[in-house]
């Protein structure tokens, strides 16, 4: 008998109620993990081509090999899973605010939990992504660094995010980049244009990469994209 619903976790955080729940999909024909931040949808293995893209980029986009890449946000997973299909990576350090949600993968509550924990190149700190980016030490820098967070640059799960996105946030953001590095931010929303020329002024190179899917719930197609800059 296939059980059509089921709550793996529920915590208080500091964001609010967050819940991790598997359920059978009919029109999909297989189970789907989502999490549910307050009563939104916060993440679901219904949708994870865009964050599979968001790692795959961001690798494809940096020069040389041994290559050091830091994401901010672990979520679901599928970005680091992307980082980690690289053998041109050699480290991955994983900056998650929500202790909850790096514990799901400690305990291998999500499909491909035990894979990406199992890697030796994988390494998670619980931090604020946006904090360290003001804050810590900027010998500690990366060959891409990847972002996966806030709905969109002017859509944030949190107010205190809401600088990162401006010149000086990412100027300071950009300390933590090698000479040559990327940065790589995963939007909810199309292109757009105010925040690409904010990027213009800190990168040399930036771009909008528009990552479209199959959407089953509608029967036609979505989109996400991928903000890109050198």
């Known amino acids: ?31 789907v993990w989502e999490a549910i931040l307050h009563d939104e949808h916060l993440m679901s293995t219904h949708f994870t081509a865009a964050e599979i893209e968001l790692g795959r980029l961001g690798v494809e986009c940096a020069t040389g090999d041994n290559l050091d890449v830091m994401v901010g946000g672990l979520g679901l997973g599928y970005t ?87 010149e000086s946030g990412l100027k300071e953001m950009a300390r933590h980049l090698k000479p040559g590095g990327v940065f790589a931010l995963w939007s909810d929303d199309p292109p757009d244009e105010g925040f690409l020329a904010v990027l213009d002024t800190v990168f040399t190179q930036v771009s909008g ?16 994209t991928i903000y890109l800059a050198h």
């Open 80 to 166: 680091a899973q992307a980082v980690l299909a690289s053998n041109r990576v050699h480290s991955l350090m994983v900056i998650e605010a929500i202790d909850q949600v790096a514990q799901w993968h400690t305990r291998h509550l999500l499909p491909i939990s035990e894979e990406i924990m199992s890697d030796p190149r994988m390494n998670v700190e619980v931090a604020d992504f946006f904090a360290l980016m003001r804050h810590d030490d900027a010998e500690r820098v990366f060959d891409a660094i990847l972002v996966d967070i806030d709905h969109t640059p002017s859509h944030h799960l949190h107010p205190s995010h809401g600088p990162f996105y401006s």
């Open 1 to 31: 008998m296939v059980t059509r619903f089921e709550e793996l976790d529920w915590q208080q955080t500091p964001m609010g109620e967050l819940t991790l729940r598997r359920r059978f999909d009919p029109v999909l024909n297989k189970d």
């Open 209 to 224: 990469e528009v990552v479209v899917f199959d959407n089953p719930l509608t029967g036609g197609q979505s989109s996400n």
